[in-house]
């Protein structure tokens, strides 16, 4: 018999896609919620929510996961409250409307994931590490933002495009160059995933 949490996600998965709604790669998911199982991480922060897809995928892996995830855009926000009760989570989701470089949460996390405004990075990751617990992980999404990354930036056309290719690529080198966090990047992975370690 086919789970019918399958078709729940497909669904989701369906009206993101039809919304024009980003949500994870298949490939970027799949590594996020091996990495849960494989260290056995059971609470988490997330930084954007959109419409609680990743949160639902995370929260999923192991009945034991908590995610508390912080997402500002009111519309989205509701879309994933809506989404959370449909997989019936929500005494292990906890959903906050705020924007996150305004919130303060307390206690410490295992992951802390990153999937929100791009160019905010910098300032999330430094806002919350002091959420993470001695032995978590910091893992941000979009490291490869479509392979523009790598790109030359003569040949991205729009200059608002441009300008945020910049500070995702200020960003891996503030990575590369923490002297607290060892930063391994998985370009290859969805859309480049980074994972941080305290040293």
Request: charged letters at 25%.
């Amino acid at each position: 018999m086919v789970n019918p949490l399958y078709s729940k996600v497909r669904e989701l998965k369906k009206y993101a896609i039809d919304e024009h709604i980003p949500i994870m790669a298949d490939q970027g998911i799949d590594f996020l919620t091996t990495y849960i199982l494989k260290h056995q991480v059971t609470n988490i922060l997330e930084i954007g929510t959109a419409i609680g897809y990743s949160a639902i995928m995370m929260a999923l892996v192991n009945p034991k996961v908590k995610v508390t995830t912080i997402e500002r855009d009111q519309i989205r926000y509701m879309e994933a409250v809506k989404n959370v009760k449909k997989f019936g989570l929500e005494d292990r989701i906890t959903l906050i409307f705020q924007d996150a470089l305004e919130v303060n949460i307390e206690g410490t996390f295992d992951l802390i994931f990153i999937d929100a405004a791009k160019g905010q990075n910098i300032k999330f990751f430094e806002r919350f590490e002091k959420n993470l617990a001695v032995d978590g992980s910091i893992i941000t999404d979009n490291m490869g933002f479509h392979g523009l990354v790598a790109k030359d930036e003569n040949e991205i056309a729009s200059k608002n495009l441009r300008s945020l290719v910049r500070k995702i690529k200020d960003y891996i080198t503030y990575l590369r160059e923490n002297q607290n966090y060892m930063t391994t990047f998985y370009f290859e992975v969805g859309d480049g995933l980074a994972v941080s370690k305290r040293k």
